[in-house]
């Protein structure tokens, strides 16, 4: 019976895919102006031997303790460094940042806030640490919880990582990039978490101060279509259409940004001609503003041949590179539980921050049953 509505549900979505028309891109948002699509839109890669350097920024971060009044988590950002296509180990700005953030709920001026104490694994990472004033988020903060709910404590963990992203983006163009190099952050260059804006602004200012090109490429992207689409399978579709099938290519313009937040020009890319993947790709708008086909030519051509490893084709070996150094295994947020629990103990303890704990733990035990 399960494997009968499994195959009904299967048909229902693969025919309800097929039906739907391509429409023009949506964003539900004024600041943001669509473009209707057009084949004349596509330019073509042409990958060349890497010439600049190539910076790549990913973070992650793992919860080690939760409860609805405290959060712990483990944040890591890491990033690395391609020079004429070689990875360059010699490094002024360090290949990887790691801290504890200690998230807690205290009560000012009759407003649930949640502040933060941040532990660095070395005193050489504290200038690629957000300051912790940033971190003080109110609960209710609607840019975090659309304004109904309150929003949960681990959201500040996640703050931390991408404000340290933003910083490790800066300190890299400014102290390894030349004019012309390219930085690439995991994701896009959107600010999506109060007081992230700045760090973002410092990153922008920094771009445009040394002449390195600050772009974004987004693993993942919610983009939707008027037809409800996804606005990238709608991208491949008019790809597939026009001979483009066999090709790397980049596709320009997608919609007239005005956001004040989101300093970018949008583009949608192909950086292999096998790659499975179109990827959302972001250029700083300052940047992308004056330039040429030629120039633009030239940052995807070095990002394509950087994304010639056949076990991702079309996906920047530099990103696969930083989001090994960055990620946080299970097995390592159990270990530092672990360490975090025998700690607590010897101070007689853990049994008061096991209470808090039980709050929320209930599930770990069904999940085992």
Known sequence: MLNE????????????IGEVGIGVPQFGDARYEPVRFDASNFRDIAVSRPSCTLAFVDGGNQEILHAPDFSVQLVRVGSTL?????????????????FICIAQ???RDCELMYEATLLPFSNS????MPEPSTLTLNSRDEQLSGGRFRTDISVVGAAARRFSEWLMLSAIMQDELAPGDIAVRDGTLQSAVTNESALAGEACDTAARKGAILTALAKTSRLLTSTGMSLLAAVGRLARGCGQSEKSWYYYP??????PEHRAEIFACRLHPTARYIFRFEILRDQAAVMDHGELDRVFSELAANSKDMAFPGYPYGLVDADALSR???SEREMLSALFATALAERGEWETVQRHLGATDAHDILDEL
């Open 254 to 259: 997608i919609v007239k940004n005005t956001h």
């Open 82 to 98: 391609f020079r004429a296509g070689e990875r360059v180990s010699e490094r002024k700005v360090p290949g990887k940042v790691e």
């Open 125 to 128: 990472f504290l200038p690629l």
């Open 105 to 107: 709920a205290v009560s």
């Open 328 to 330: 946080v295994k299970n």
């Open 5 to 16: 509505t499994v195959r009904k549900a299967a048909a229902l979505l693969g025919a309800s």
